[in-house]
């Protein structure tokens, strides 16, 4: 197969995991990134499903463990710290994963082990990002920051929920932000000092209230916890007007929203206030008619964000990640020629596209999500006996109508130079 010269925009999961297939595929790839260095922030997240067969594929089964977050489980608490039952981690290697799964691990340490994985293969530029890109016979014309230009056979955005390789690849709909559909939820996460007890274990804790909020605390560390409050965007004017990216007033509007919630909420929120890696989420999906345009790809939440409502946004990006590696490496082997690659594309899409759409089900029937929860006293009421009594029986029913890993009728496909 004659290589490809791809560039990627964004060094995030679903970037870094497309460059080690394409790179072990023989393609000539470049990585670009905005910030100056790999970003290695961000809180837990975890593999669920078909991620965890594309991470077996990759042979980092073992890097991962070494890495991971040894956490237990989750459990559910009211205003006054009493326990509404308790979840474990999935251990058994079979089924589904529970609302803690047996596949935890930070952000930048996955991120940081698919850069690791690609080795000297893949060439990476920080602190640049794509200001133009023009489609040119038998391939595209790309303008840097930098000043500089070059040519590549296909360009795919990695570049996240705000992804401005979307927005230049759909420009010409007219759309300032192509495909993005809120879910009127507001998170606001960050990690907090706080010394591990005696006896404590590394669980997550939830808290629900009135007036839909909600907040999570985990640990990953001895001396750290991870917070995370979520509201609906309707519960402060103030939030609502605070710039994306202004972070002491995105701070300070969800401090006001969760005065006086109960539980922890006063520890929290001054944890938050002082916090140094807070970043505030607007929650919304990405849905798009096509995932490409001519030699301009799309990938992970660039493409088809499900928001982290579903608890499947890493593993939708490393799966279509390696989908879309798979069908470049099917249909362009013995040729570069303009046609492979957009029969590649169009069988990307064609192969991936029915498992997102069963995992994006319903998130755009309504522009306000929480609307799905209950918010009076009485509804939580009922949630916590409901959650107190699957916990009794084992019954892991809120995980499976939350979480979005089970998909009916599709398999992951095989690609024969695809395995470790």
């Known amino acids: 197969m004659a290589p490809l010269k791809i560039l990627i925009t964004g060094a995030g999961i679903a970037g870094t995991a497309l460059a080690f297939w394409l790179a072990k595929l023989g393609h000539d790839v470049t990585v670009i990134e905005r910030a100056v260095e790999l970003r290695t922030s961000g809180l837990q997240l975890d593999l669920r499903g078909p991620g965890i067969q594309v991470l077996r594929r990759m042979g980092l089964e073992g890097a991962f463990r070494r890495h991971a977050v040894a956490e ?31 596949w935890e691990i ?6 940081k082990m698919f850069v690791d994985a690609c080795g000297d293969r893949v060439k990476f530029g920080f602190g640049v990002h794509v200001v133009g890109v023009r489609e040119v016979d038998g391939g595209v014309e790309v303008e840097f920051s930098n000043g500089k230009t070059d040519r590549f056979d296909l360009v795919v955005g990695a570049d996240g929920l705000w992804s401005k390789t979307r927005r ?9 932000n192509p495909g993005y559909h809120s879910i009127g939820v507001f998170a606001g996460y960050c990690t907090i000092s706080s010394e591990i007890e005696d006896g404590e274990q590394y669980d997550a804790t939830g808290f ?7 907040i999570m605390i985990r640990r990953h560390d001895p001396h750290k916890i991870q917070a995370y409050v979520m509201c609906d965007s309707r519960a402060s004017e103030r939030l609502i007007k605070s710039k994306r990216g202004d972070i002491e007033e995105e701070k300070r509007a969800l401090a006001d929203v969760f005065l006086g919630a109960g539980w922890k909420s006063e520890q929290i929120l001054h944890g938050l206030v002082g916090s140094d890696d807070f970043y505030c989420e607007r929650m919304g999906v990405i849905k798009l008619n096509e995932w490409s345009r001519g030699r301009i790809a799309l990938v992970g939440d660039a493409a088809y964000c499900p928001s982290a409502m579903t608890g499947m946004g890493t593993t939708c990006g490393i799966v279509g990640a390696y989908i879309l590696a798979g069908e470049i490496d099917k249909h362009c082997r013995t040729s570069a020629g303009k046609e492979t ?19 994006q089900k319903g998130l755009t029937d309504t522009d306000h999500y929480m609307d799905k929860l209950p918010s009076s006293p009485f509804g939580i009421g009922v949630l916590y006996f409901v959650f107190w009594i699957a916990s009794v029986l084992r019954l892991d029913i809120i995980a499976q109508w939350m979480l979005r890993e089970k998909a009916d009728g599709w398999e992951l496909p095989e690609y024969p130079d695809m395995h470790a």
């Open 72 to 102: 237990e489980g989750l459990r559910l608490v009211d205003g006054k710290g009493k326990s509404w039952g308790y979840f474990g981690a999935n251990r058994s290697g079979k089924g589904v994963q529970s609302l803690t799964t047996d």
């Open 106 to 111: 930070m952000r930048g340490d996955l991120c």
């Open 168 to 176: 230049m690849m759909l420009a010409a709909d007219g759309d300032e």
């Open 208 to 214: 629900i209230t009135t007036g839909n909020r909600g």
């Open 341 to 359: 690659i957009k029969d590649a594309l169009a069988a990307y899409e064609q192969r991936f596209r029915p498992y997102m759409d069963q995992v």
